[in-house]
C-alpha cells in the first residue's frame, strides 16, 4: 500500500547532511515513507501540507543503547550503584517478568521514546526468559511504530523460586540458540524496518573464548549488529577485552560497544581502525563508576561515537538530557586538563554541532542504517522531528542547532514522522489507546515488584559483590586475574573461577 504524501513547509532544517547542512526555510517532500525532495519552495498539491514555519525541523533521534523492557522500574535506582543495579535489576527483577510484562514495558518504552524524538533505537533485549518473551519483545518493537535493531541478548537471567549458579553466565543454553534462530527467522528479513541482531553476556573478565563463542552463534545468526557492554570504567581497565578480541580477529563493522571509558586509548583506535562502533550512555555512566562519556577519546582515536540512554531504570528517557551531559563533561575534562597546565582554553574542541551529530547521524552509523535514516537527505526514509521554536524556553531561537542541543525539551517537539507516517501531532503522541496502556504498564509495575519481594536481596547484593572489584584489594586481585586470563595458565584461570564460583554461591546459600 502506497503511504500518504506529505509536504512541510517552511521550517528551518537542521539536516545534518553534509552536503545540505543548515537551511532556514526550506521545504520538505515526503513520498512513499521516504524523502523525495529538499528545496527552497516546492509545489506538491496531492501531498498533505505541513506547517513548519514555527518549528526546526530535524531528522529523528538515534539511540544507540537501550534496554527497553526496565520502563516498569522507571527511576527506581536513581541512588544506586553498579552493583545494587546488577543485584536489584539484572538479579531479581529480570526474573520477575511474564511475557506480558516484557510486552507492555517494552511497548511503552518505544512511544516514550517516540515522543522524545527518537525514532531509531536498538534494544540490548537482555529479558530473554523464554520463546514468548522474545516472542512479546519483538511484537512490542512492531506495534510502536519505531525503527531500529532488536538484539536478542544471551545473558541468562536467574529463575523464580530456583538457588541462582553463577555458571549460567559462561555458557550459552540450548534453548536460547534455538530460540534466537525461530524468532531470527520467523520476524525478521535484512531489509525491513526491524532488524535482527544479538546481545552478549558481559564476559570481558572472563577469557575470551567465551565470548569467542557467543560472536560465533551471533554472527551464525545472521546479526545485524551485536551489541556488548564493555571497557565499565575502573572496573574493568586491566581486562584488556578489545586488545584480546583484536588478537583473535574477531573486530569488525558489525560490533558495537557501550561505554568504553575503561578501554585505553590503542584499544579505541583498534575498534576504530577494525570500523566497529561506541555508544556512550552519560548518565548511567557518570552514575555507575562507569568513567566518563568516551566521545572525546574516541573521537581522539579516529572514531565517532553515538549516544544511548541505557536504563530508564535509572535515569531520564531523553537525548536532550544525554547530549548536554555528554557535551559538558567533556568540555569539563578538556577545560581540566587545561587547567593543570595552567592555561586557560582558548576555545571550546566540542561543539554544539558535533553532540547533534552524535545523537542522529552518527548514531545512524553507528547502527549500520546510515544509508537509510540519520540525515534529511533525499533518498532516505522520513525519520524527522519538528521543535517549536516560540515556546517559552525556545524563544527567540537565536542559533538553531544550540536551540535543539540547549534549549529544547520533551514538551517542545510538535511532529514526530517515522517511515512517513505521523506518529506525533500536536505535541502528542496519534494514538487512542494511551489511557489503556497506562494502566496496564502500572499493574505490571505493581505485580513485578510484588514478585521481587520473594528475593533476598540483601543476600545476592553481598554474593555479587564477590566478584565486583569494588575495593583497592579486588582491583589489585583483577589486575592479577587479567594477567593470567592474557597468559597461558588457563588451568590456573579454571580453578580460581570455581573458587570465585564457589564463593558466590556459598553467599546466597546463607
Ligand atoms: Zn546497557
Known sequence: MIKQAFLIRGGHLLTMDSQLGEMPKADILIRDGRITEIAPSIVADDAR??????????????????????????????????????????????????PDDVYIGILMG???????????????CHIMNSLEHAEQ??????DSRARGVFCYGFFQNPEMHKPDDLQRLLSTPTRMVQEARTIRTKHFTESGRIRFGTALTE???????????????ARE??????????????????????????????????????????LNDKELRLLSDAGSSLAATPETELQMAMGFPVIGRFR???GRASLGIDIVSNNSSDMFTQMRLALQVVRGLENEACAKRRLFPDALSWTTEDILRAATIDGARALNLDGEVGSLSVGKRADIQMIRKSDINMVPVVNAVNAVVLSANVSNIDTVMVDGEIVKSGGRLVRNDLAVLTEMLKASSARIHERAQSFDIPTIRS????????SHKESMEQRFASAIFNGPSKRLHDWLMKIAVKKANGHRAR
Open 137 to 142: 519483545a519483538v511484537q512490542a518493537f512492531k
Open 221 to 262: 545468526l545472521g546479526s545485524h549488529k551485536v551489541s556488548i557492554h564493555a571497557g565499565l570504567g575502573s572496573s574493568s581497565q586491566y581486562t584488556r577485552f578489545v586488545e584480546r578480541l583484536a588478537k583473535a580477529n574477531a573486530l569488525a563493522p558489525d560490533l558495537h560497544f557501550v561505554h568504553g571509558w575503561g
Open 463 to 470: 554474593a555479587l559483590q564477590t566478584v565486583f572489584p569494588i
Open 110 to 124: 518505544y512511544l516514550d521514546a517516540l515522543n522524545a524524538g527518537c525514532t531509531t533505537l536498538i534494544d540490548h
Open 203 to 217: 564476559l570481558e573478565w572472563f577469557p575470551i573464548e567465551y565470548t569467542l563463542r557467543e560472536l560465533q552463534l
Open 300 to 302: 581522539r582515536a579516529g
Open 49 to 98: 501540507s505541513i506547517d513548519g514555519s514555527d518549528c526546526i525541523v530535524l531528522p529523528g533521534f538515534v539511540d544507540a543503547h537501550r534496554h527497553m523492557w526496565q520502563t516498569q522500574m522507571r527511576a527506581r535506582m536513581g541512588n544506586g550503584t553498579l552493583l545494587d543495579y546488577s543485584a536489584e535489576i539484572r538479579s531479581v527483577f529480570s526474573a520477575c517478568y511474564d
